[in-house]
């Protein structure tokens, strides 16, 4: 039954099409057309490590190079520093700045997966995707999920340089994807 997925069976097949199925069809970020930063919601701690390995690897294989392991962080209770890693990701330090454009600050993690801990509470306006792997019973719960991607943003507000982020003009967030 659904309510089993990850508890009492285990799917590497499925678990590796989930990722890769998000990282064929997420949004990329509009300034810097890096992939969209991401929170991904897992059945458990188990399952959030074998899903942050598996888009580790993907992700190594899409971009070769580029993050060594550290495109996807598993973010859950058991992980320590966990709570200032929910705080690095809102403010774009997540295990440093990305590589992709020198003067736009965005953090080098694009992915966080969590199990409950961003479920609620937590603001973090440049989200881009949402990914529930795992099944979501409570409309409350979904809701307040869903509402991770709603929060309005403009990436310009990133910018270092000056001159380009008046070239640029506003660069807001006028959609984001739930999987």
């Known amino acids: 039954k659904q309510k089993s997925f990850e508890k009492k069976f285990f799917s590497k097949p499925t678990n590796e099409l989930f990722c890769k199925t998000l990282l064929q069809h ?3 970020d509009p300034i810097s057309a890096e992939f969209g930063k991401t929170i991904v919601f897992a059945v458990s701690q188990a399952h959030a490590a074998k899903l942050t ?12 190079g580029r993050y060594q392991s550290d495109f996807a962080v598993q973010v859950t209770s058991s992980i320590t520093d966990a709570q200032q890693f929910t705080i690095n990701f809102t403010n774009n330090t997540l295990l440093g700045s990305a590589n992709g454009l020198p003067t736009y600050k965005t953090s080098k ?13 937590y603001d973090c306006p440049d989200l881009l995707n949402l990914a529930l792997m795992r099944p979501v019973f409570s409309p409350s719960d979904f809701v307040q999920i869903k509402g991770r991607g709603t929060r ?7 910018m270092f340089d000056p ?17």
């Open 26 to 28: 997420g949004l990329r």
């Open 53 to 64: 390995q598996i888009l580790n690897e993907q992700a190594h294989a899409m971009f070769p």
């Open 109 to 121: 993690a694009r992915v966080c997966v969590t199990v409950g801990m961003m479920t609620t509470g």
């Open 152 to 158: 309005k943003h403009n990436h310009a507000e990133e």
């Open 163 to 179: 001159a380009r982020k008046t070239a640029l003009g506003a660069v807001n967030k006028t959609v984001f994807r739930l999987f």
